[in-house]
């Protein structure tokens, strides 16, 4: 047998608070597709961030194709044809895709000068070999978050790299994109490349990976290979208990409509209409969803009815209120209330601690500040530690920690966690459940059931059509800005709705 590509041996990282790494053990092989699976907070990231140089260990010994090496920094990790594409991209949004592509690395012509033509041409080689296709002159923020992601992919490509480490690479992607990613992996394997994937997706881990690794608070639990576990094992390895993949709920109880949408247009970055004559409602105790092909309007849909985009004419009624024309701050008063879908662009504000985070829609209110405007420090702090509880809010100094030094699926259980708590008449769930694990996802779908069965309306805006079929009572199918159809749930089923995304009436 050849030598394994990374062996990462005993290794330990501390944090404030918590020990990330606990003496793991992580051994892949070369030309294999390994995936990382473990609980929000388990140290997954923690322990590819050591790998590619972004941390260093504080115990353990790393090898790379048998050699015994430390990796100080990025560039070394570089030098040892590793490559990284992490959960968040880390791409130059007004650059083109070829410009970010070579960034560091730019060829010169004879006289020194920037030499794009042929980077474009290495680029596009480069993309064709591996089907990666984009446009190598397209701007970054033109572009789709699929396409986005190839750019990271072919930036690792163009250094050279042949271990390959992804974070979280599908928690962004549609499911079609998600199959292209997979289908991708098995090429680059096939070219004798590397693969360690992180994901909570079980279903992916079965269809792409060689072996998986479980990582549990921070241990090693097992590698085992893929074909000799189920997904109801893997779920059960990584949170220590039977996870529950079905949602449990009554039949619904609709009683006044909350939201009315009406007409309603919202223009898009392009300029153009991204919601286009869209009507919908929503009644109290019922959760509606909005199943899509990304780029249909969601993202505007949303953003329109919380009030972080205007609307272009039609109109939106809260409680037979028209609000459409109103603040934010005065929608949040009134009973809006959103999990958006960009957590560290609309949730969080990532230097504020989680006790912070916790109360920014009402820290000028009783009981979070006296009479006089100052903050009662104590009955925040109480709160976030009721929240950090009830939620499972795992990070490493508990509600002092700042949002920045949690981990990605702890985020987004503070966004929801400060949502859930308000309690307001209309719920908006946008990805709800992106980057959290089986476990915190069973949870939140309770939760997100209880809001409903106290009267609450949800709107939930999902890419996860599991979700959409198993959590909504009526589904609403939205393409090119409008809703094609709206199906009750008993009448639901991948098939159809799948139909009517791609614009064909019920
Ligand atoms: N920069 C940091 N400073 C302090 N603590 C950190 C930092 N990064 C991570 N941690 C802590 O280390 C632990 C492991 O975090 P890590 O990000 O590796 O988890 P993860 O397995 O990737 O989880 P997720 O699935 O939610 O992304 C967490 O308790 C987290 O709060
Ligand atoms: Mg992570």
């Known amino acids: 047998m050849s030598v394994p590509a990374i062996e990462m041996l005993d290794i330990t990282k501390i944090f404030p608070g918590v020990v990330a790494n606990n003496r793991v053990t992580f051994t892949v092989e070369q030309a294999e597709i390994h995936a990382l699976l473990g609980e929000n907070g388990a140290g997954k990231s923690t322990l590819m961030s050591i790998l590619f140089g972004l941390y260093e260990p504080d115990g353990g010994i790393i090898k790379v194709r048998g050699r015994e090496t430390r990796i100080r920094n990025p560039n070394d990790a570089t030098a040892l044809k590793i490559g990284m594409v992490h959960q968040h991209f880390k791409l130059v949004r007004n650059f083109t895709v070829t410009e970010n592509i070579v960034l560091g690395l730019e060829p010169r012509n004879s006289l020194g000068n920037l030499d794009l033509r042929s980077a474009e041409k290495r680029v596009k080689a480069l993309s064709e070999a591996y089907g990666l296709a984009v446009d190598p002159r397209s701007r970054i923020e033109d572009i789709t978050v699929g396409m986005q992601q190839r750019v990271e992919i072919l930036k690792i490509l163009y250094r050279d790299a042949d271990i390959l480490i992804f974070d979280e690479p599908t928690a962004v992607l549609t499911p079609q994109e998600i199959d292209e990613l997979l289908a991708i992996f098995r090429r680059l394997k096939a070219e004798g490349k590397t693969i360690v994937f992180i994901t909570h997706k079980l279903k992916e881990i079965k269809a792409a990976a060689d072996r998986c690794t479980v990582l549990r608070r921070g241990k090693g639990v097992a590698t085992v290979k893929v074909t000799q576990v189920d997904e109801r094992e893997l779920a059960e390895m990584m949170v220590g208990r039977a996870v529950n993949f079905r949602i449990e709920k009554a039949p619904a109880k609709p009683g006044d409509l909350v939201l009315k949408i009406e007409d309603l247009v919202v223009l898009g970055s392009q300029g153009t209409p991204a919601v286009n004559g869209l009507s919908l409602e929503v009644r109290a105790g019922e959760v509606v969803g909005i199943a899509g092909v990304d780029g249909n309007g969601q993202s505007e849909l949303t953003a329109a009815i919380a009030g972080l985009l205007p609307a272009l004419s039609g109109r939106v009624f809260l409680k037979g209120r028209d609000i459409s024309r109103e603040s934010i701050r005065s ?103 992106r980057g959290l694990d089986v476990g915190a996802i069973e949870y939140i779908h309770r939760r997100i059931i209880e809001e409903r069965d106290k009267g609450r309306a949800v709107l939930l805006v999902s890419f996860e059509l599991d979700e959409i079929l198993g959590l909504c009572d009526r589904i609403a199918a939205l393409s090119k800005g409008q809703v094609v159809g709206v199906l009750p749930a008993e009448e639901a089923d991948e098939r159809r709705i799948g139909a009517m995304m791609g614009g064909v009436h019920a």
Request: hydrophobic share 40%; no cysteine.
């Open 331 to 433: 929608r949040n008063r009134e009973g809006v209330g959103m999990v958006p879908e960009d957590r560290h662009k609309h949730g969080l504000i990532l230097d504020f601690r989680i006790d912070e985070n916790l109360i920014l829609k009402n820290y000028w209110e009783s009981p979070y500040s006296s009479p006089f405007g100052f903050l009662r420090f104590p009955v925040i702090l109480r709160h976030a530690e009721d929240l950090i509880r009830e939620f499972d809010i795992r990070s490493g100094s508990g509600a002092a920690t700042p949002a920045h030094a949690m981990s990605g699926g702890n985020q987004q259980k503070v966004v929801i966690a400060r949502e859930i708590d308000l309690s307001p008449e209309l719920l908006i769930v946008a990805q709800p459940t």
